[in-house]
């Protein structure tokens, strides 16, 4: 295996990190609940009263993101190596995963972790263990 050294990018990596564990961090700490994409979109299904408001803010926030990124910082290069089809039936799958292993990875793996549940740990480990199974598979044995 080689490091593609064009495309490391440990400080950046680093600093995304330290950013969403600061927001994970006050998100709690100020709502008093757990920063999970998949809890926040799937809350907007069925509603509460007085719920949709910050969820759909969250969402907007979201999706606004990357286009500030845009206007500050310029264009961003990014490749998807798969047709629509597989990046539909990606999506799908993530989707049924996170409602078969109540939450996603930034539920479990950022949130859960941090607060040492252990359902949380065994979730993690299998979102990890099947992405690394996922992706031994497609590029070692059906390339």
Same mark, same amino acid.
């Given at each position: 295996?080689? +490091?593609?050294? !064009?495309?490391?990018?440990?400080?950046?990596?680093? $600093?995304?990190? *330290?950013?969403? %564990?600061?927001?994970?961090?006050?998100?709690? #700490?100020?709502? %008093?609940?757990?920063?999970?994409?998949?809890? +926040?979109?799937?809350?907007? /299904?069925?509603? =509460?009263?007085?719920?949709?408001?910050? =969820?759909?803010?969250? #969402? /907007?926030? +979201?999706?606004? $993101?990357? $286009?500030?990124?845009?206007? *500050?910082?310029?264009?961003?290069?990014? !490749?998807?190596?798969?047709?629509?089809? !597989?990046? +539909?039936?990606?999506?799908? /799958?993530?989707? *049924?995963?996170?409602?078969?292993?109540?939450?996603?990875?930034?539920?479990?793996?950022?949130?859960?972790?941090?607060?040492?549940?252990?359902?949380? /740990?065994?979730? !993690?480990?299998?979102?990890?263990? $099947?992405?690394?199974? @996922? *992706?031994?598979? @497609?590029?070692?044995? #059906?390339?």
């Amino acid at each position: 295996m080689q +490091i593609d050294w !064009t495309h490391f990018t440990p400080w950046a990596s680093l $600093a995304g990190g *330290v950013l969403l %564990g600061l927001a994970a961090s006050a998100f709690i #700490l100020i709502n %008093g609940r757990i920063l999970g994409i998949s809890g +926040i979109l799937g809350g907007l /299904l069925r509603p =509460r009263s007085g719920d949709a408001a910050w =969820r759909i803010a969250f #969402l /907007l926030g +979201i999706l606004a $993101a990357p $286009a500030l990124y845009y206007l *500050v910082g310029g264009p961003m290069l990014a !490749t998807v190596d798969a047709g629509w089809g !597989t990046v +539909i039936a990606a999506g799908l /799958l993530v989707g *049924v995963g996170t409602r078969y292993g109540s939450g996603c990875t930034s539920g479990h793996g950022v949130c859960g972790l941090s607060s040492l549940s252990p359902r949380s /740990l065994i979730a !993690t480990l299998a979102f990890m263990s $099947a992405g690394f199974a @996922v *992706v031994f598979f @497609v590029r070692h044995i #059906l390339a």
